[in-house]
């Protein structure tokens, strides 16, 4: 009898170290119904008559407080909602529904704090807004204020009766064709910061910064630099546009190898990937002066790069561009940059004369927004260009090392190129 005791107890055991796992793979892998998930891209793949419900792996905590989508498609009604709910959210509500949640919906522009019948809040959401929600850590009482933003700016702001690791990132859909771009480590900087501080440290230009170090506009790799997978990556905060289209670095320190990559990438690019070798990017690179295009395999396009020398990078729009179309305009403060550099002139007038057997390298890429032609120099003159077509949302500056040593300095607004 005692044997069989025995034996049932290990059997217990077991079961019990296998719930054990599964509740902790239940915590930290991400939730969705009726919805799919493309990279960063979420779409509603439904039939309209339930909701769809994405839940974040990791809940919300003091290092990444705040999280934002970027509406790429209303579809037919626009019944987006950005929240945050508990980890076991029931997926066939939208957030703010059920108790515990609150959300912001796009459609009316409603706030919804776990309950189906909403209080007006803000402005709807319309295709290119950019929905945040985050949290405040100077609550107290067992309450946390909850607020949401609309592209950039506070909306409003409620208090819940929760603690930051029980609040999930969350987005509900409801409709047809409706699709946003999820930024899970978006930043939220808060207006009372010391504006003089900011400038200074250039921290507020970049949007990413992966095994990098800002000192001011130098940029130091600090990677582990072993192998291929430990590329350290910047990408600025704001794509070019076509006020501000190009962009320079200098290589102060070529480190060991002289692996300094100047490119283009879409927002949502891998952390741990070299500008060009994954798709949405392109890029030239230094130590061996080829241009990578959404591929591992290089083509052959200009002059190595050493310590010393200047490389640029730009973007040439048509003259028939259309902003809306995926130039973040309106994130730049015109009057504080100068006027554009004097390399758009020149390529202008070339731009008509471009070989004709220029090739286009998309590799499958993609990249589904309209042609646009990007150049590359170096010591202000122009190495070559290629066309390609613009991601949605723009291309972002993005500067790849991966090899000890490496730094450069970055000119994100350049008076000439």
């Given at each position: 009898?005692?044997?069989?005791?025995?034996?049932?107890?290990?059997?217990?055991?077991?079961?019990?170290?296998?719930?054990?796992?599964?509740?902790?793979?239940?915590?930290?892998?991400?939730?969705?119904?009726?919805?799919?998930?493309?990279?960063?891209?979420?779409?509603?793949?439904?039939?309209?008559?339930?909701?769809?419900?994405?839940?974040?792996?990791?809940?919300?905590?003091?290092?990444n407080r705040y999280f934002e989508v970027t509406i790429m498609d209303t579809g037919v009604r626009g019944t987006i909602a950005?929240?945050?709910?508990?980890?076991?959210?029931?997926?066939?509500?939208?957030?703010?529904?059920?108790?515990?949640?609150?959300?912001?919906?796009?459609?009316?522009?409603?706030?919804?704090?776990?309950?189906?019948?909403?209080?007006?809040?803000?402005?709807?959401?319309?295709?290119?807004?950019?929905?945040?929600?985050?949290?405040?850590?100077?609550?107290?009482?067992?309450?946390?204020?909850?607020?949401?933003?609309?592209?950039?700016?506070?909306?409003?702001?409620?208090?819940?009766?929760?603690?930051?690791?029980?609040?999930?990132?969350?987005?509900?859909?409801?409709?047809?064709?409706?699709?946003?771009?999820?930024?899970?480590?978006?930043?939220?900087?808060?207006?009372?910061?010391?504006?003089?501080?900011?400038?200074?440290?250039?921290?507020?230009?970049?949007?990413?910064?992966?095994?990098?170090?800002?000192?001011?506009?130098?940029?130091?790799?600090?990677?582990?630099?072993?192998?291929?997978?430990?590329?350290?990556?910047?990408?600025?905060?704001?794509?070019?546009?076509?006020?501000?289209?190009?962009?320079?670095?200098?290589?102060?320190?070529?480190?060991?190898?002289?692996?300094?990559?100047?490119?283009?990438?879409?927002?949502?690019?891998?952390?741990?990937?070299?500008?060009?070798?994954?798709?949405?990017?392109?890029?030239?690179?230094?130590?061996?002066?080829?241009?990578?295009?959404?591929?591992?395999?290089?083509?052959?396009?200009?002059?190595?790069?050493?310590?010393?020398?200047?490389?640029?990078?730009?973007?040439?729009?048509?003259?028939?561009?259309?902003?809306?179309?995926?130039?973040?305009?309106?994130?730049?403060?015109?009057?504080?940059?100068?006027?554009?550099?004097?390399?758009?002139?020149?390529?202008?007038?070339?731009?008509?004369?471009?070989?004709?057997?220029?090739?286009?390298?998309?590799?499958?890429?993609?990249?589904?927004?309209?042609?646009?032609?990007?150049?590359?120099?170096?010591?202000?003159?122009?190495?070559?260009?290629?066309?390609?077509?613009?991601?949605?949302?723009?291309?972002?500056?993005?500067?790849?090392?991966?090899?000890?040593?490496?730094?450069?300095?970055?000119?994100?607004?350049?008076?000439?190129?």
């Amino acid at each position: 009898m005692d044997d069989i005791n025995l034996h049932y107890r290990f059997l217990n055991w077991r079961r019990r170290i296998r719930e054990i796992r599964d509740v902790r793979a239940v915590r930290y892998r991400e939730r969705l119904k009726r919805m799919l998930r493309d990279g960063d891209v979420l779409r509603y793949h439904g039939n309209s008559d339930e909701v769809g419900c994405f839940v974040a792996g990791r809940p919300l905590s003091r290092r990444n407080r705040y999280f934002e989508v970027t509406i790429m498609d209303t579809g037919v009604r626009g019944t987006i909602a950005v929240g945050l709910v508990p980890q076991l959210y029931k997926l066939d509500h939208q957030p703010g529904w059920l108790p515990h949640s609150v959300a912001f919906h796009a459609d009316d522009g409603k706030l919804y704090n776990g309950n189906t019948v909403g209080q007006q809040f803000g402005p709807k959401g319309c295709r290119g807004d950019r929905i945040g929600c985050g949290i405040s850590m100077d609550s107290d009482d067992g309450q946390l204020t909850v607020f949401f933003t609309k592209n950039g700016k506070e909306v409003g702001s409620v208090e819940i009766p929760a603690s930051p690791e029980a609040l999930y990132p969350a987005v509900g859909m409801h409709s047809l064709g409706e699709e946003v771009l999820l930024d899970l480590n978006a930043e939220w900087g808060m207006e009372e910061d010391d504006g003089q501080m900011i400038v200074d440290s250039h921290e507020e230009d970049w949007g990413r910064l992966h095994d990098v170090k800002v000192t001011g506009t130098l940029l130091e790799y600090v990677g582990k630099g072993k192998s291929i997978v430990d590329v350290g990556l910047a990408q600025a905060r704001r794509p070019l546009n076509t006020r501000f289209h190009y962009y320079e670095l200098e290589i102060t320190d070529d480190g060991e190898k002289c692996y300094i990559a100047l490119g283009l990438a879409r927002r949502d690019y891998p952390k741990n990937r070299h500008p060009g070798w994954s798709r949405g990017s392109i890029a030239y690179h230094a130590d061996d002066g080829k241009l990578f295009q959404g591929s591992g395999v290089g083509d052959a396009f200009g002059p190595r790069c050493f310590e010393g020398d200047i490389m640029g990078c730009g973007i040439m729009f048509p003259r028939d561009f259309n902003p809306g179309l995926g130039d973040d305009t309106e994130d730049w403060d015109f009057d504080v940059f100068p006027k554009p550099c004097e390399v758009q002139n020149d390529l202008y007038a070339n731009n008509e004369d471009q070989e004709e057997g220029e090739e286009e390298e998309d590799e499958g890429e993609d990249l589904e927004g309209r042609k646009v032609t990007v150049f590359f120099t170096r010591n202000g003159k122009v190495v070559g260009r290629r066309e390609v077509a613009l991601p949605f949302g723009g291309f972002y500056p993005t500067i790849g090392m991966m090899s000890t040593g490496e730094k450069v300095r970055v000119d994100l607004h350049p008076l000439s190129g």
